[in-house]
């Protein structure tokens, strides 16, 4: 018997992929957005979806029945209450009501273990207050709690993406987080052997051209035998002229006066360096003004599969929906290979458990 998990603010599902990949049965998953609940559907289709904002359901009725019956909760509960600074930050905040809706799933299901994984902010924050409130909330349900700030990077991600994770236990010490797996992997490695669409081509299906060059190119392959979502976005006359006058290793630094622009972002019109790795994927990734997210040396950004290759989506995983949807389903998901990673201490804690 697989060991069954809920997962809840889902988005496209790369925690749920995660835990899959390790073993796990995802039985439930919830979304609001019905362009990324359907994405979600497409890519898990054992899991039922209850589509809908979390605020508006009965949650007993929703996940009460479920109560004994499932292993793990896992999720991550868009908390913006610590990210602004100011004012005290506490669970009571209302931008972090959400973060209550996961907590009450928790209560009803009781769940042997949960995962939440957010913004680094959350343990930090006023010198670690809301995580003590956090620990206080879970310890009166019954709960142990091992948290900490992980790198995607560090489990074989391309990634710099760094995520507050908190694993929860009833009854019993909580697992400790992953440990590092020291494997490097660059933006070279990741996309290499989509290296040929120039700005505006590509379609949603289409055959390889070029074989896998490197092994976590194999590996995000698999068995495909289609590559799905790779489509450049078809820049501006001005931006492709722009882009023309940056060569490889380079940024806005060489652009003459008249190409500035007032773009806030960190990164804005720079290539990507193919020996490093990618900063944070962001959802508006299509853009060069929005961020480092312009091709190591062709003239257009990255396309959603080379996005979704650095946040380690293998090339089966199919986004559906329009443009923005994808993005947003890509950048704000959890990297699988991070989420295998945290679903692996998890197993091993279970199987350690039943030979006890």
């Given at each position: 018997?697989?060991?069954?998990?809920?997962d809840?603010?889902?988005?496209?599902?790369?925690?749920?992929?995660?835990?899959?990949?390790?073993?796990?049965?995802?039985?439930?998953?919830?979304?609001?957005?019905?362009?990324?609940?359907?994405?979600?559907?497409?890519?898990?289709?054992?899991?039922?979806?209850?589509?809908?904002?979390?605020?508006?359901?009965?949650l007993?009725?929703?996940?009460?029945?479920?109560?004994?019956?499932?292993?793990?909760?896992?999720?991550?509960?868009?908390?913006?209450?610590?990210?602004?600074?100011?004012?005290?930050?506490?669970?009571?905040?209302?931008?972090?009501?959400?973060?209550?809706?996961?907590?009450?799933?928790?209560?009803?299901?009781?769940?042997?273990?949960?995962?939440?994984?957010?913004?680094?902010?959350?343990?930090?924050?006023?010198?670690?207050?809301?995580?003590?409130?956090?620990?206080?909330?879970?310890?009166?349900?019954?709960?142990?709690?091992?948290?900490?700030?992980?790198?995607a990077?560090?489990?074989?991600?391309?990634?710099?993406?760094?995520?507050?994770?908190?694993?929860?236990?009833?009854?019993?010490?909580?697992?400790?987080?992953?440990?590092?797996?020291?494997?490097?992997?660059?933006?070279?490695?990741?996309?290499?052997?989509?290296?040929?669409?120039?700005?505006?081509?590509?379609?949603?299906?289409?055959?390889?051209?070029?074989?896998?060059?490197?092994?976590?190119?194999?590996?995000?392959?698999?068995?495909?035998?289609?590559?799905?979502?790779h489509?450049?976005?078809?820049?501006?006359?001005?931006?492709?002229?722009?882009?023309?006058?940056?060569?490889?290793?380079?940024?806005?630094?060489?652009?003459?006066?008249?190409?500035?622009?007032?773009?806030?972002?960190?990164?804005?019109w720079?290539?990507?360096?193919?020996?490093?790795?990618?900063?944070?994927?962001?959802t508006?990734?299509?853009?060069?003004?929005?961020?480092k997210?312009?091709?190591?040396?062709?003239?257009?950004?990255?396309?959603?599969?080379?996005a979704?290759?650095?946040?380690?989506?293998?090339?089966?995983?199919?986004?559906?929906?329009?443009?923005?949807?994808?993005?947003?389903?890509?950048?704000?998901?959890?990297?699988?290979?991070?989420?295998?990673?945290?679903?692996?201490?998890?197993?091993?804690?279970?199987?350690?458990?039943?030979?006890?």
């Amino acid at each position: 018997m697989k060991p069954k998990v809920i997962d809840l603010f889902a988005g496209v599902g790369g925690l749920s992929l995660g835990f899959e990949n390790c073993g796990f049965d995802v039985v439930l998953a919830n979304e609001y957005d019905p362009s990324i609940a359907a994405a979600y559907e497409e890519n898990h289709k054992n899991t039922k979806m209850i589509v809908g904002d979390i605020t508006t359901l009965d949650l007993k009725k929703t996940f009460g029945k479920y109560s004994g019956q499932v292993d793990v909760v896992i999720g991550g509960p868009p908390c913006q209450g610590f990210s602004q600074k100011g004012q005290r930050k506490t669970i009571h905040d209302e931008r972090n009501f959400l973060f209550k809706y996961y907590v009450k799933v928790v209560e009803l299901v009781k769940p042997t273990y949960f995962v939440m994984e957010n913004v680094p902010n959350l343990l930090t924050a006023e010198g670690g207050y809301f995580k003590k409130e956090i620990e206080e909330l879970f310890a009166s349900m019954g709960y142990k709690l091992k948290s900490g700030v992980l790198n995607a990077s560090d489990y074989g991600v391309p990634q710099n993406r760094r995520r507050a994770v908190i694993i929860g236990k009833r009854k019993g010490e909580a697992p400790d987080l992953p440990i590092p797996k020291n494997v490097n992997v660059t933006i070279w490695d990741a996309i290499s052997d989509l290296a040929y669409l120039e700005s505006g081509e590509g379609s949603e299906e289409q055959p390889y051209r070029n074989p896998p060059q490197s092994d976590y190119e194999r590996m995000l392959r698999g068995k495909s035998e289609v590559l799905y979502n790779h489509v450049a976005t078809r820049h501006s006359k001005i931006a492709l002229e722009r882009l023309a006058m940056i060569p490889e290793n380079a940024g806005r630094e060489v652009l003459p006066e008249e190409h500035l622009t007032k773009s806030i972002y960190s990164g804005t019109w720079t290539r990507m360096r193919k020996e490093e790795i990618s900063v944070t994927i962001t959802t508006r990734f299509d853009t060069p003004s929005s961020g480092k997210f312009t091709h190591p040396y062709l003239n257009r950004a990255i396309t959603v599969r080379e996005a979704a290759r650095i946040q380690s989506f293998p090339d089966s995983f199919r986004f559906i929906g329009n443009k923005g949807s994808q993005m947003k389903q890509v950048g704000n998901a959890v990297p699988p290979l991070l989420a295998q990673a945290i679903a692996e201490c998890i197993m091993k804690d279970i199987v350690e458990v039943s030979h006890e």
